[in-house]
């Protein structure tokens, strides 16, 4: 039965006995002790009776005067006073002992016949007096020999009192410690290994509670704290393992995103991306089978473009569906991702799906700027629930698979549009260079049959060397457009490409030529770096044509605004007269500037050379400093 005291009243009671009995031994011990002083005293003073009464009988004997005698008398009449009443100044009476008290009595009876003697008024006989002094001291001695008796016992009680404090103060000692270690030390060293099992992550450890006191509490405390600590790690443990798992599931989600974005990004073709995407989504979902479907403009009829462990039997009749047909392929436009269960084979639209045993359809619609274009289709043998977190992972697929096939629709638009980018450019060239030379044969052609048939051969001779000169001409523009065209910028500089154009230039020319940069600015773009080294080629064609030079200098500034100077020390012409050759030539450089927001300034006097400068308009400049940059063009070149 648990004690329902407290500690402190615990304490208190033990204390307060101890103290009880401490007082109750303090108490008797004082008044033994005053038993013993007053019994003492008594001896001392009886011993002084004894004393005076052989004093008054030697003065009495030898008939001292009456005031003498009368003075010893009051003092031993004093002393029987004070052992019968006591001295309050000082501890000194006569034990309340029968025995003391009869022979105190005794004294006090031969006091009266004593006292008679003494003050007689004729001298008692000698003989008488010295008797009854004899009888009456004897008396006082037998009073003495009591109270010593008396003492002798209050000194044993004494004694034992002693012996029993002792006891006390030993029992008190024994009896605080094991208190101690009863209410205090055994709770608190219950406490610390329970705090010591607690500390180590044993939540289940609990204290026994047998008292009611402040200890008592204090380990009731403990195992409510134990309690909700065990509850709480309990819970927490749960809630960590339901977080890892969360955790781990969104790490398995993301890395299957991961993997599909990355194949994505590398498939080339509609089918392989199709095929791949499915395989994996599949993997992902652990679906059973998995199909890809394209939808037309109208959304109404759905193309499979791809599937994964579909049935045989079923790729026939699900390769091309008319929206409405069957579950698949009937989206709405606003429609989301939603799990269709697939009831039996009697049941249309899905009895086709019911018949080779799949319970579930997963319809994820595919979407590209809120249009959609498409339909994922994930097929399960069991009942399926999608979590949140599922339909987000589809739904992000989903939108990867439209992106990645826009991208590859935007990358054949792109090769689309750069043929007829090519094939435009090809023709203007053609049209500007080898068109005219062939026009320009066609005539020397008619005016050599005119010729023939009017047998004029000299016309014919020279009409044949005009022929030649122009097949010479229409060789080199061929060559030449040959040699435009392999010349291409596949970089963010296009330093060098004009490094290789000049270099196929001397090649073909033999003349030395120089390249000259300064200045620093951004890249250009790629199409301004195109158009600008079509028009450096066309600047070269021309003195290559028509020049004479003995030397060639293309300087480059990078700025602001970007300028090209192409520079010859040929034989000029007079830029204020019509020159056929060089206006064609001039005008085809002039049209591509004008494509770019570019000016082309041409500067050329009769001997002395000409300057072709093109400038672009403005773009950003960076802030570093370059120094200007000389490449001399001297080493031979070898063709590609």
Known sequence: MASTASLSIKLVRIGAALLVLALASIGLTLWVTWQLEGGAAAVNEAGRMRMQAWRLTSAVQAQLPSAEVQALVDQFAHSLDVLRT?????????????????????????????????????????????????????????????????????????????????????????IMLYTGYLYVINPLAHLRRGLAQVEGGEFSTRIDVDTQDEFGQVAAGFNRMASTLQSLYGGLEAQVAAKTQRIEAQRARLAALYEVSAFLAQANTIEELSRGFSQRVRAVMKADAVAVRWSDEANQRYLMLASDCFPTSMQEEERSLIAGACACGNLAPEARTRVIPIRNHEQAPMRHCAKVGYESLVSVPVRLQQRLIGEIDLFFRSTVQLSAEETELLDALASHLASALEGLRAAALEREAAVGEERTLLARELHDSIAQSLAFLKIQSQLLRSAVQKQQHDKVQSTLEELELGLKESINDVRELLVHFRTRTNTDHIEAALQETLQKFQHQTGLPTRLQLDGDGLPLPADVQVQVLHVVQEALSNVRKHAHASHVSLDVHKGARWRFVVRDNGSGFDTTQQHDETHVGTKIMHERAERIGATVQVESRPGQGTSLTLTLPPYPVANSSVGTVGLDLTEPFTPP
Do not use: C, K, Y
């Not at 009876?109 to 009854?132: C, D, K, N, R, Y």
């Open 86 to 174: 006591g001295d309050p100044t000082r501890p000194l009476f006569v034990p309340r002992d029968p025995d003391v008290q009869r022979e105190f009595q005794t004294v006090e009876s031969l006091w009266q016949t004593q006292h008679a003697l003494w003050t007689a008024a004729q001298t008692p006989e000698a003989g008488v007096l010295l008797q009854s002094t004899d009888t009456f001291v004897q008396a006082i001695d037998r009073l003495v020999m009591a109270i010593e008796h008396q003492l002798a016992g209050f000194t044993a009680i004494l004694n034992l009192f002693q012996f029993v404090m002792v006891a006390l103060a030993i029992g008190g000692a024994v």
